[in-house]
């Protein structure tokens, strides 16, 4: 079974300090990893995605994430964090190769302090 | 172009009645998946409609939830004799082919209060 979790449910950083969330994934083959983020009042976003290809992932608005599979861990990481990312985001992992749906972690709720 | 839309945005009902939730996807999206967001929880997988083929119904968490996706585009989900812990927030994401790399869109969802 595929599960994954993110460790700190609330990361409050600074304005220009690096962003790190974290993410640990479970899963009894090699698996997609995905983050999203939420932001206020909005839709889920995809902000990256590892599908087997490079290990180091870049997404969008500055964010990247590596995977590790000595450690299982997908961290989300963005060197320096701006107050426009203030927001929930989410890892998620496939089910499994060649299923459809996605486990979510329970979410990191990321506040910037200016 | 225009997203995935979701109606209503929020509906409050008593216990015991039903809801229909829609969900229009991204024209020319296969696939359609139905997730649950409850306070302090991820999103649970409910449902999953590929093309013409069965529905993956795996995550649905009781029969009273059910799910129809009429023509391969509009869908409903429908929750009969609702009751308070289906309070949540129901999201609908679309994706284009419905591969496990693809990518979801999601709706901004419907928050459902059950009192």
């Known amino acids: 079974a595929q599960s994954v979790t993110q460790l700190g449910s609330h990361v409050s950083v600074s304005e220009g300090a690096l962003v790190l969330l974290r993410c640990n994934y479970s899963s009894s083959v090699p698996p997609y990893l995905f983050w999203y983020v939420q932001y206020p009042n909005q839709g889920l976003q995809l902000l990256l995605k590892y599908t087997s290809a490079a290990t180091l992932v870049k997404g969008i608005n500055g964010f990247e994430a590596e995977f590790k599979k000595s450690e299982t861990s997908f961290h989300l990481t963005k060197p320096s964090a701006h107050m426009s990312d203030a927001a929930e985001y989410f890892c998620?992992?496939?089910?499994?190769?060649?299923?459809?749906?996605?486990?979510f972690g329970t979410g990191t709720r990321l506040t910037v302090i200016p | 172009g225009a997203g995935v839309s979701q109606s209503p945005s929020n509906k409050v009902t008593e216990k015991g009645k039903d809801v229909e939730l829609r969900c229009d996807p991204i024209s020319g999206h296969t696939a359609l998946y139905w997730y649950r967001q409850s306070l302090g929880q991820g999103l649970e997988f409910l449902i999953y409609f590929q093309g013409n083929s069965a529905p993956d119904k795996s995550g649905l968490p009781s029969d009273r939830f059910s799910a129809e996706r009429t023509g391969g585009s509009v869908s409903t989900l429908t929750i009969q004799r609702t009751q308070q812990e289906d309070s949540a927030v129901y999201l609908c994401?679309?994706?284009?082919?419905?591969?496990?790399?693809?990518?979801?869109?999601f709706g901004p969802g419907t928050r459902l209060t059950v009192l």
């Open positions: 998620a992992v496939s089910a499994s190769p060649g299923a459809n749906n996605l486990f």
């Open positions: 994401a679309s994706s284009s082919s419905g591969g496990p790399t693809d990518t979801q869109y």
